[in-house]
């Protein structure tokens, strides 16, 4: 049963940082694409960035330089760093993972291409 639970959201003036876990449970990471995307009120969904089962990462521009995503397989866990927060960033934060995966596949910067997705944790930079 796969199951992921995202943390650490929160209200944050401009310029600050917060880092977003997500638990999860049922993957093997080795097996798995994961990533994390966002959806702000009257948005589409953007992915934010992808991990692919090498740790190569992938991040959107708008985000770039600022995000790093990493993961622990020990702890189950998986994490994104937030710096420099922007009103724009704004939004509610899932992490998401497409498992199981073929190994060498590319993690894919849209969220159709993931199978599970957390409840969400909201980021709000004021």
């Known amino acids: 049963h796969v199951q992921l639970v995202e943390s650490g959201g929160g209200a944050v003036q401009a310029g600050g940082s917060l880092r977003l876990s997500c638990t999860i449970s049922?993957?093997?990471?080795?097996?798995?694409?994961m990533g994390w995307y966002r959806q702000a009120p009257g948005s589409e969904c953007e992915m934010v960035s992808a991990?692919?089962?090498?740790?190569?990462?992938t991040y959107a521009d708008s985000v770039k330089g600022r995000f790093a995503m990493s993961t622990d397989n020990t702890k189950k866990l998986m994490r994104l760093r937030m710096n420099a927060l922007q009103a724009e960033d704004t939004a509610m934060y899932y992490c998401?993972?497409?498992?199981?995966?073929?190994?060498?596949?590319?993690?894919?910067?849209?969220?159709?291409?993931?199978?599970?997705w957390g409840q969400g944790t909201q980021v709000t930079v004021s």
């Open positions: 991990i692919n089962s090498d740790g190569s990462t």
């Open positions: 049922g993957v093997t990471f080795d097996d798995a694409d």
């Open positions: 998401a993972a497409k498992y199981p995966c073929p190994r060498g596949t590319t993690a894919q910067m849209y969220v159709a291409w993931y199978d599970y």
